[in-house]
């Protein structure tokens, strides 16, 4: 993704200066090396390739390169790869559930996490100024530190501040209770999981934002409602990646609510806008090419992980699960037993089984655990009961895979996402692949499935536009269609809209970005925003700064405006529209 073609068509790499020698294996090589190198490449092959690449037409033929003995093998392989056309995975080739869930995930983390953490940061500091003053949290200690939340009577966890967890583990006479930042505080309201931010930045995730205004009182009513919606009907079922559930009525209903969540912020009339416009595009056209490096590597390791990992995984599991159930129907009596019967551990590992959520029995009992219904009837209630240990390796990777991919990337934080974790992610899921005992056919679909997605780079033609009923688009139009100045809070000279017909529109669409001598200036869709007055020039004539097209297309620019026939840049000349 990171590789950067050059106009000759190989590939720019820096060239180590411990390379630049013997060049009389690179002679013998080059005859085989006849296409470009795009394909993805482990670190560890990386001098290789550079070798091979510093020998491509155009790359500086007089630089003299020798191969490492230890790489020459694996240059033969990627010299005969590059001859091969490569193959990448496509957004297009998912299914509409797919798709629906791909996109609910980019703007859970794109869109809604930067409003949500705007929006808590200035209520939690106020709550921080009222605790310091009132309890003294910046100067107390194990003897005087504040247990509990006063108006909910809420422990406060302290093991995330501070680095008292990892430092002290559970001996809390020595952990460090002094709250010297905003940010800390927030920290005291949620398990220790997720609270492994360091500020409120992308660091800062959609699952910790939503915990907050749910756990804390400070938030309006509305908003808590609304957050706690979001959190439970959209955030973690995404995160579980059930992907069947995201039919188009899960996908309508949850942008719907998304928006709701948004209006009830409180932000200016601008921001709000802005944000839902924004919602309605990836709703109906799916942009994921304007992600940026970290967050399409976040992008691609999800649905790798989760439309080519996981139904590997279910396939793996279900004979080792029909062994064990069997098993533990003729030792133990498991389809037929009671609470004064029943299994409590695991015999091999005497780990403590679950029976919560096998028999609907803990949202029908609560926790009267002599009312549960302990018969084990299926290998589906088996499986809820434990995690499966039978074999070490695939325990020992499926942990890797659990700790340091899948949970990562569920909590959204693109930033984690560089060239190097995502080299490793898909190491480490292919590694599990080949643990699982599969057939060599299908170990060998599911690696190149995995391959596909990796070295794929989203292009324009990897835009999804998602099947919309027969007005939404029009409907969506009209809804986000900026009004005229009507002061109150609408009244800033920035905010003024500017627009033109849908033909000009679509002119304007095919023209790219313009730049105004002091200000970029970009074509906006259907929203308008600029950062100082806004005005133009349609065919010589001036517009209103309020005009706005009859389709109720909108547009936006910024200093300046433009000449919508010869597509020049026009300069707003104080006191006079030119």
Avoid at 136 to 146: F, G, S, V
Avoid at 479 to 501: S, V, W, Y
Wanted: charged letters at 25%; glycine letters at 4%; aromatic letters at 8%.
């Amino acid at each position: 993704m990171n590789e950067e073609p050059s106009t000759s068509g190989g590939i720019k790499r820096s060239i180590p200066q411990e390379l630049l020698d013997e060049d009389d294996v690179i002679a013998e090589r080059r005859q085989r090396v006849t296409g470009d190198i795009n394909l993805s490449i482990p670190q560890e092959l990386q001098d290789g390739v550079d070798v091979i690449a510093a020998k491509l037409p155009g790359i500086r033929d007089h630089i003299k390169r020798s191969i490492p003995r230890d790489h020459q093998d694996d240059v033969d392989v990627i010299a005969q790869h590059s001859q091969q056309k490569r193959e990448t995975a496509k957004l297009s080739d998912l299914d509409d559930n797919q798709k629906r869930w791909s996109i609910v995930g980019i703007c859970l983390h794109r869109i809604i996490s930067p409003a949500l953490r705007k929006f808590v940061l200035p209520i939690l500091t106020a709550l921080y100024n009222e605790l310091t003053l009132n309890h003294k949290i910046d100067t107390q200690t194990y003897q005087t530190h504040l247990q509990k939340y006063p108006p909910r009577n809420v422990y406060l966890n302290y093991e995330a501040v501070n680095n008292n967890k990892a430092t002290f583990g559970y001996q809390k006479a020595n952990y460090d209770y002094t709250i010297k930042s905003v940010v800390d505080l927030s920290k005291l309201f949620l398990q220790t999981h997720m609270a492994q931010y360091t500020g409120f930045d992308d660091t800062c995730h959609s699952s910790a934002l939503l915990r907050l205004i749910i756990n804390i009182d400070k938030f309006p009513t509305v908003v808590k409602s609304d957050a706690e919606y979001v959190r439970s009907v959209i955030k973690d079922p995404w995160a579980h990646c059930i992907i069947t559930d995201w039919t188009a009525g899960k996908y309508s209903d949850s942008f719907q609510r998304m928006e709701q969540l948004v209006k009830n912020l409180s932000l200016s009339f601008y921001e709000e806008n802005q944000i839902i416009e924004t919602l309605k595009e990836w709703k109906i056209n799916a942009k994921p090419s304007d992600l940026d490096d970290n967050e399409q590597r976040w992008l691609f390791v999800g649905i790798c992980m989760n439309t080519v990992l996981i139904p590997a995984l279910r396939k793996y599991v279900v004979p080792i699960l029909t062994v064990l159930y069997n098993e533990l129907i003729r030792y133990q009596k498991i389809d037929t037993q009671t609470y004064l019967t029943h299994l409590k551990c695991y015999p091999p590992t005497n780990t403590f089984l679950n029976y919560e959520a096998v028999n609907n029995n803990k949202a029908t009992y609560g926790h009267q655990k002599a009312n549960y219904d302990y018969t084990i009837k299926s290998v589906v209630d088996v499986s809820k009961l434990f995690l499966p240990i039978h074999m070490a390796p695939v325990k020992s990777d499926a942990e890797d895979v659990r700790r340091n991919i899948r949970n990562k990337w569920a909590k959204g934080d693109c930033t984690q996402w560089d060239a190097f974790h995502y080299s490793n992610s898909f190491q480490l899921m292919g590694k599990l692949v080949k643990d699982l005992s599969l057939s060599l056919n299908e170990e060998n679909q599911i690696i190149g499935k995995m391959k596909k997605w990796k070295i794929n780079e989203l292009l324009p033609d990897n835009n999804v536009k998602m099947t919309t009923s027969k007005d939404e688009l029009a409907t969506v139009r009209d809804e986000i269609e900026i009004q005229g100045h009507t002061g109150g809070k609408h009244e800033d000279p920035d905010l003024l809209p500017f627009a033109g017909t849908s033909e000009d529109f679509q002119k304007l669409l095919s023209t790219g970005t313009y730049e105004s001598f002091e200000n970029r200036v970009f074509l906006c869709g259907s929203c308008a925003c600029g950062k100082s007055t806004l005005a133009s020039v349609l065919i010589g004539s001036p517009i209103p700064l309020t005009w706005k097209s009859t389709d109720g297309l909108v547009i936006h620019f910024g200093r300046n405006g433009i000449n919508l026939e010869s597509f020049e840049m026009v300069p707003l000349k104080e006191g006079k529209v030119v």
